[in-house]
């Protein structure tokens, strides 16, 4: 199948796409339970899986422990994100889509574009060095440059930063957002929490008007990295 690496299938491009994600942001290794849920798929269907991955060199495992990346591994993930990533920059920059409708086409066609016309994709897009939600795309040459960013959730009352990162694992919460005006490069501070420790208030600088204050549920702070200072 065209741009498709050879002797590899769909199921192991996400396979290893999903495992490298789950630490592109934080240390915790990923468990088969957590690639299960992650996936949508049966505990027992993910362990004949992750054997397999083994047998052919892309991953790490012990029964009931972590599963890493080989070498091998990462190389083939960061080629299925480099995919991803420019097809989703590529589906909001020439066809209007927005970041909350992209994950899913780019599911689909990461799979099956040639890399003639994911390169022709890159130039047309200037080789973008993120994508809409802010996770980087990696070269064609598989380096990849990941921001210093720590997640809002974890930020103490009267931190400032910029937003460099959103979670596009929900759309819903991607729309709630947008309608927010939490963006990416967004200026923001921390005002605090609420007094039973619920919702994270934040101020937002805008240029063009006044600051603004949105109340964020625990699900919205753990889906925003800022970049602080």
Do not use: C
């Not at 927010?180 to 490069?185: C, I």
Request: aromatic share 4%; charged share 25%; no cysteine.
């Amino acid at each position: 199948m065209p741009g498709r690496t050879a002797d590899v299938g769909s199921a192991t491009e996400d396979y290893v796409k999903v495992i490298y994600g789950h630490t592109e942001w934080q240390g915790e290794p990923i468990t088969p339970t957590v690639l299960a849920s992650s996936l949508g798929l049966a505990a027992s269907t993910v362990t004949e899986m992750v054997k397999k991955l083994g047998l052919a060199g892309l991953v790490n495992h012990v029964p009931y422990g972590a599963v890493t990346l080989t070498d091998a591994g990462r190389t083939l993930a960061l080629r299925m994100v480099r995919r991803h990533r420019l097809i989703e920059t590529w589906l909001v920059e020439s066809f209007g889509y927005g970041w909350d409708e992209v994950h899913d086409e780019a599911e689909v066609l990461e799979h099956t574009i040639s890399d003639r016309l994911l390169g022709a994709i890159g130039d047309q897009l200037g080789n973008p060095e993120r994508d809409p939600h802010g996770d980087p795309i990696p070269a064609a040459d598989g380096t990849i440059a990941i921001p210093s960013a720590t997640v809002l959730a974890a930020l103490p009352a009267g931190a400032t930063g910029r937003i460099v990162r959103i979670s596009d694992r929900d759309p819903a919460l991607l729309r709630q957002l947008r309608s927010e005006a939490v963006n990416l490069d967004a200026e923001i501070e921390v005002v605090g929490r609420d007094a039973l420790g619920g919702a994270l208030t934040i101020r937002i600088d805008r240029a063009d008007a006044l600051a603004l204050e949105v109340d964020l549920a625990e699900e919205a702070a753990s889906a925003i990295w800022v970049s602080t200072r």
